[in-house]
Every structure is written in structure tokens, then in C-alpha cells.
């Protein structure tokens, strides 16, 4: 069949919705811009003074700190191991928590609208409070080490990793969930049958990037007294130590491409 020629009314309708298309995102960009431009005049970004000013300060830190000091080496291995535990420690808490949490946030899965509203604003909640933060209520609570750590982990990604959780289950190709449904299954076998292996690559792609990013949140929480190696950081830059700390940095940033090479091999072979 010969394609029908538009007429000259139908292309001018369609040049003007598509120039008033790219007018609107235009526009947006500017916008986003903008905000981008006062965000940095308003943090003192432009003010070139004060890093003129910083500039020697800097360069003095930078020449304590070389070369880097690595005679207490044995000593960072425990913390450091402490630091891996409690990066999957708090992973897993974090996955067992966040997935029944997922089902009810999101909407093709959660039993009520009251439940799904809920369930949103939980993790909500947990996202707004910092890892930071956790770790500082938990050391006050439980004392010091890596527990404190682990918890802070695990309540800060809960709300993250549930919510793309939610994201990926509420994707789904709903022909399958419509068919079990159907075909009498009960909620939890339309979960386990027809939402779950939709969705198992995508949250497995998720959990391995938490963790990767657990193990960096955990040499930070550290600081704070949650165990690891960021509590041997502290303690160097306490000691005014600054070849000490470029050499555990260096470490932290080792085991930091190592763990990201481990867990782009594990994405691959989930694939």
C-alpha cells in the first residue's frame, strides 16, 4: 500500500507541537542551569579569593603528606576486614528488610492504597536521615564497634534499595501477573511465579551496587567510632599524622577498585 501523503495543515500542526516541544525543554534547561549557577554563587563557588587564599594551605597539606607513611600497615588489616564485613552485613540486612517493604510500595503489588502510601513514606523517611547520622545514634546506643556500623548501613539502604526495588517491580509486564491471577494463584505464588523472576537480574544488579557503595559508607562511618579502618583514619588525622593518612587512603582506595572489580564480575555473571 502507498503511505498517504500528509497534507500541508497535518506537517504544520506537527512542526509547531514539535518546536513547541523543544521550546519547553529549552526553556527547562535554562532553568536547570540557572538553579546550578546561583546553587554555586551561593556557596561562594565563584568567590576566587578564598581559594587563592587556600591555595598554600593546601600545598602544605599536600607536602605532609608525601610520601605516604605505611610502616603501621599490619595494623589496618583488621579493620579493614571489619570495614568488608560490615559493608555485607549491612547488605544483607539491608535485602531482607527492603524486599517485602518493595512489594507494598509498589502499586501493583501492595495490598491497599493505605498500605502503599505508607509504605512510601517510611522510606522516605529513612532515606532523609544520612548514614552520618545513623552511625551517631547507633555508637550512642549499642557503644562502639562494628555493630553500630552495620545498623547504620542497613536503615539508611533500606530506604534506598526498597525503593528501587519498588521502581523495578512496578515495571513489570503485567501479562503474567494478570494470567496467575487468573488462574487462581494466591498473592504470594503471583510474587513468587510471575513478579519475582521478572525482576531478579534488576535487583540483583541493585544489591551488588549498594554494597559496593556500603563498603566506601563504611571507612566513613568509621570516623565516627562504628569499627573499621575510618576509625584508624580519625586517629591518624587526630595525631596530626598527615603521611599516615595518605597511606590509608591509598588503602581504602586499593580495596575500593578491588570491591568494584568483584562486583562488576558478579554483574556479568548474573547476566
Known amino acids: 500500500m502507498n503511505a498517504v501523503p500528509l497534507r500541508t495543515t497535518d506537517y504544520a ?9 523543544a521550546g519547553r525543554q529549552l526553556r527547562l534547561a535554562l532553568a536547570v542551569v540557572a538553579v546550578c549557577i546561583a546553587s554555586l554563587a551561593l556557596t561562594g563557588f565563584f568567590d576566587a579569593q578564598r581559594f587563592v587564599e587556600g591555595a598554600p594551605a593546601i600545598a602544605q597539606l599536600a607536602s605532609e603528606m608525601v610520601p605516604p607513611d605505611f610502616t603501621r600497615w599490619p595494623q589496618w588489616l583488621r579493620p579493614l576486614l571489619d570495614t568488608l564485613a560490615m559493608s555485607i552485613a549491612g547488605t544483607a540486612l539491608a535485602v531482607v528488610v527492603s524486599l517485602p517493604l518493595a512489594l507494598l510500595a509498589a502499586p501493583n503489588t501492595t495490598p491497599h492504597p493505605v498500605v502503599y502510601r505508607a509504605a512510601r513514606t517510611l522510606l522516605a523517611a529513612l532515606r532523609s536521615v544520612p548514614e552520618i547520622i ?8 549499642v ?20 525503593k528501587f526495588y519498588a ?38 544488579d541493585i544489591t551488588i551496587y549498594r ?11 568509621g570516623i565516627v567510632g562504628a569499627g573499621g579502618i575510618g576509625f584508624e583514619l580519625m586517629a591518624a588525622l587526630r595525631l596530626i599524622k598527615y603521611d599516615e593518612v595518605a597511606a590509608i587512603l591509598l ?21
Not at 494470567?179 to 498473592?187: H, K, V, Y
Open 13 to 21: 500542526a506537527l512542526l509547531a507541537a514539535h518546536r513547541a516541544r
Open 251 to 271: 588503602t581504602i582506595l586499593a580495596c575500593v577498585v578491588v570491591v568494584d572489580g568483584i562486583g562488576a564480575m558478579l554483574r556479568r555473571k548474573l547476566k
Open 167 to 204: 521502581e523495578a517491580i512496578e515495571h513489570v509486564d503485567p501479562k503474567p501477573i494478570e494470567a496467575a491471577r487468573a488462574a487462581g494463584a494466591s498473592p504470594l505464588q503471583v510474587i513468587t511465579h510471575a513478579v519475582l523472576p521478572q525482576v531478579l537480574p534488576q535487583l540483583a
Open 143 to 162: 557503644g562502639f564497634g562494628a555493630l553500630p556500623g552495620v545498623l547504620a548501613l542497613a536503615c539508611h539502604s533500606v530506604g534506598m534499595v526498597a
Open 211 to 221: 554494597w559496593e557503595y556500603h563498603f566506601r559508607a563504611s571507612a566513613v562511618l
Open 134 to 141: 545513623l552511625g551517631i545514634l547507633f555508637v550512642a546506643a
